[in-house]
C-alpha cells in the first residue's frame, strides 16, 4: 500500500508526543471519579456555587483578577450564609449544576449567576435592546438562570441585581468597558467556517 | 473485558467505576485529539478531564445510535473551540517547548528533529486545517466521521485534508525528506 | 355555519398575509412621524426623507429605530440633546451607513442612565470610525455593491448585506477598542481586538471568505490611521 511519507511522519509525531506525555494522563480516572462524586446531590451546595463560578477550572478566574475577586466575594457570602440555609425543595440540586453543564443547545445563552439574597435578577444586552430579561431561581438555592435564543453572533450583556449593574460574569468568553463600567460578552456559534 | 454498552448502562446507573473503564478506554484518543487541536498541554489535560465530565453528565442524552467514540470526541473537540477562542482574547505568553530527548543516539534525535518540525508546522495551520488532520492522522477516523465531529460536509473535510497536507508541506520545506 | 367560519378566517388570513409581504409592514413611516413630532424633532423632514428611504432597503432595523426613538421620547432630557441623537442615526442612513452598531450603543447607554450629552459625543465617534472604516475598506478595493454590478478584475464586489456586516464588526470592534481606553497609536492592539472579534464571528454572522479578504488585506498601520482619521 503506498503510504504518503508525510501522513505516516504525522502520525508517528502526535502518537510520539502523546505517549511521552502520558503523565499527563496519569490518574485522571481518580480525579474524574472524585469530581462527580462532589456532584451527587448529597453534597452541600457551596461546591456547586464553586462549580459555577469556575466552571473550566484555575486558568479562566486566574487571569482576570477582578472577576475572582467578585465570584470570592459570592463565595465567601455564600459559606457564611450557607450552614443556616436549608435545603429547598425536593428537586436534586444537580440539576441546577447540570443546567449550566449541559451542552447548551445552538443559539441558546444560558445565563447562571449565584446571587444570594438577591430580590430580582435580570439580564440585559444586546440581544433584548438592554431591556431586562428575568432571570429565575425557582428553587431558592441562589442561583439565578435563564436561557435566551439568539441567532449565532456577539453579545453584550450585564447583569442587574436589584437594581445594580454588574457587568462580570465568569463565563462570559471576554470583557469590554462600556461607557466607564463592565459588560460582559459572549459568542454564539461561529469562529470557524460555519461549524 | 466488558463491553462498551453494558459498561454505559452502568455509568448510568451511576457506577463511577464503570465510567472510570471508560475513560480508561478513551482517555489517550481524547488528550491526543485536544493536544492536537490546541497544542497546548495545560489546555489539553484541562479539556480531557473537562470533556469525561461533561460526557458523563450528558450521558442521558447520548443515544446508542451514534459511536460513543464520535460522541465522545465531537463534546472534546467543541470544548476545545471554546478554549480557542477564550484564549484569543486571553492569550497565555508561555512558549510551548518541544523538546526532544537527552542522551539518544543519533537515528533519534533525528526522528524526533522530524517529529517536532512537523508539529510546529501543524500549529502554524488554522484550526479549520489543523482539526481535520488531527483527526484523521491522530485518531485515525473516517471522512464522514470527522464531518461529524466538527459538524461539516464530509467533500469540506476531504478538501481540508488536502489543502492541510500541502500548507504542511510548504512549512516543512526542506526539512520533510521520508528516510 | 362552519362554512362562514371559514370564510372570516381566510379573509383574516389573508389579510395577516398581505400585513406580511408588505415587508415592514409592522412599522410605517406614520409611526416614525408620530414620534419625531412627539419630542419634537424640528428637522422632521430630513429626518423621515431618510427613514422613508431606509425602509425600502434590505435588512432596515425599523422596528429597533423606532424603539429607540420612543425611548428618547420617555427620557428626561432636552428636547435638543433628543434630536442629536435622532440625527445621528438619520445621518448614518443617509450615507448607507449600518446602523446596528448605534442602536446597540444608543440602548446600552440609554439603560445604563448616560445623559444624552455624552452618548450623543460617542455616537459620533462611532459614526465617524464607521465612516472612516468604510473608506479604508473601498481603499483596499473591497466594494459594497448592489447586485448586478460588475466590479474590474482585483476589486472585490461584495452585496450590501456581507459588506455591511463586516463593516458593522470592525467599526464596532474599534469602537469598543478606544473607549475601553487603548491608545490609538497602538495599531498592534487595534488590530489584534479587531482580528480576535472578526475571526470569532467567522461563520456565524460574517462569512468566512469575507473574514479572511479584510484580514489579507487590513494591517495595524491602517486601523492606526483610522483611528487617527475619526478622532480628528
Given at each position: 500500500m503506498n503510504t504518503d511519507p508525510l501522513e505516516a511522519l504525522l502520525r508517528e509525531a502526535l502518537r510520539q508526543e502523546v505517549s511521552s506525555l502520558a503523565g499527563s494522563l496519569g490518574g485522571l480516572e481518580e480525579r474524574i471519579a472524585e469530581e462527580l462524586a462532589d456532584r451527587a446531590p448529597r453534597r452541600g451546595w457551596i461546591d456547586g456555587l464553586k462549580q459555577l463560578a469556575a466552571p473550566?477550572?484555575?486558568?479562566r478566574l486566574g487571569q482576570v483578577a477582578v472577576v475572582a475577586a467578585t465570584a470570592a466575594a459570592f463565595l465567601i457570602v455564600g459559606a457564611i450564609v450557607g450552614k443556616d440555609l436549608p435545603l429547598v425543595g425536593?428537586?436534586?440540586k444537580a440539576e441546577s449544576r447540570e443546567a449550566m453543564l449541559r451542552a447548551t443547545a445552538e443559539n441558546e445563552l444560558l445565563f447562571v449567576l449565584p446571587a444570594l439574597h438577591a430580590e430580582d435578577v435580570s439580564v440585559v444586552g444586546s440581544f433584548n435592546d438592554w431591556e431586562p430579561t428575568p432571570l429565575s431561581d425557582e428553587d431558592g438555592d441562589g442561583i439565578w438562570t435563564a436561557r435566551v435564543t439568539v441567532p449565532p453572533g456577539r453579545y453584550e450583556y450585564a447583569f442587574v441585581i436589584d437594581g445594580r449593574w454588574w457587568g462580570q460574569d465568569p463565563l462570559a468568553d471576554e470583557y469590554v468597558r462600556s461607557f466607564g463600567e463592565y459588560s460582559s460578552v459572549r459568542y454564539v456559534g461561529g469562529g470557524g467556517d460555519g461549524v | 473485558m466488558q463491553d462498551e454498552v453494558t459498561l454505559l448502562r452502568a455509568s448510568l446507573q451511576g457506577e463511577t467505576a464503570a465510567w472510570g473503564e471508560i475513560v480508561t478506554r478513551y482517555k489517550d484518543a481524547v488528550f491526543g485529539l485536544c493536544l492536537g487541536f490546541l497544542r497546548n498541554r495545560a489546555d489539553a489535560e484541562d479539556i480531557t478531564h473537562d470533556a469525561f465530565i461533561r460526557a458523563y453528565v450528558n450521558?442521558?442524552?447520548?443515544?446508542?445510535?451514534?459511536?460513543f467514540s464520535t460522541w465522545v470526541f465531537t463534546i472534546a473537540a467543541n470544548l476545545c473551540r471554546n478554549r480557542l477562542r477564550y484564549r484569543r482574547t486571553h492569550?497565555?505568553?508561555e512558549v510551548e517547548t518541544d523538546s526532544g530527548g537527552g542522551t539518544d543516539p543519533a537515528r533519534e534525535v533525528a526522528r524526533e528533529e522530524r517529529h517536532v518540525h512537523v508539529r510546529e508546522a501543524l500549529e502554524r495551520l488554522p484550526y479549520a486545517y489543523r482539526a481535520p488532520l488531527v483527526l484523521r492522522f491522530y485518531n485515525d477516523l473516517a471522512y464522514r466521521e470527522i464531518g461529524d465531529i466538527l459538524g461539516i460536509p464530509e467533500g469540506t473535510v476531504k478538501t481540508r485534508i488536502h489543502r492541510g497536507k500541502a500548507m504542511l508541506k510548504e512549512h516543512l520545506g526542506e526539512e520533510r525528506d521520508p528516510s | 355555519m362552519t362554512r362562514w367560519l371559514l370564510g372570516i378566517l381566510g379573509v383574516l388570513g389573508v389579510i395577516l398575509a398581505s400585513a406580511g409581504i408588505a415587508?415592514?409592514?409592522?412599522?410605517?413611516l406614520a409611526d416614525f412621524e408620530r414620534v419625531l413630532s412627539a419630542i419634537p424633532v424640528t428637522a422632521s423632514a430630513r429626518a423621515l426623507t431618510a427613514l422613508d428611504r431606509a425602509l425600502r432597503?434590505?435588512?432596515?432595523p425599523a422596528t429597533d429605530v423606532q424603539r429607540l426613538f420612543e425611548r428618547l421620547l420617555a427620557t428626561s432630557a432636552a428636547a435638543p440633546d433628543k434630536e442629536a441623537v435622532v440625527l445621528t442615526i438619520v445621518a448614518a442612513l443617509e450615507d448607507d451607513i449600518p446602523v446596528d452598531g448605534l442602536l446597540n450603543k444608543a440602548f446600552e447607554g440609554l439603560a445604563r442612565g448616560v445623559s444624552l450629552g455624552p452618548l450623543y459625543q460617542l455616537l459620533q465617534q462611532r459614526l465617524r470610525i464607521l465612516v472612516e472604516v468604510r473608506y479604508l475598506l473601498f481603499g483596499k478595493s473591497i466594494f459594497r455593491v448592489s447586485a448586478g454590478t460588475t466590479t474590474s478584475a482585483g476589486a472585490s464586489a461584495l452585496p450590501a448585506g456581507r459588506f455591511d456586516a463586516l463593516l458593522s464588526q470592525l467599526g464596532d470592534a474599534v469602537g469598543d477598542y478606544l473607549e475601553s481606553g487603548g491608545s490609538p497609536h497602538d495599531g498592534q492592539s487595534i488590530y489584534q481586538n479587531t482580528s480576535a472579534r472578526l475571526t470569532n464571528l467567522r461563520g456565524s454572522v460574517l462569512v468566512p471568505a469575507d473574514v479572511d479578504l479584510v484580514l489579507g488585506r487590513v494591517g495595524p498601520e491602517d486601523l492606526t490611521r483610522v483611528v487617527l482619521a475619526a478622532l480628528n
Open positions: 473550566t477550572r484555575a486558568a425536593s428537586r436534586p | 450521558l442521558r442524552r447520548y443515544r446508542l445510535d451514534k459511536r492569550p497565555v505568553f | 415587508g415592514r409592514a409592522e412599522i410605517g432597503q434590505e435588512g432596515f
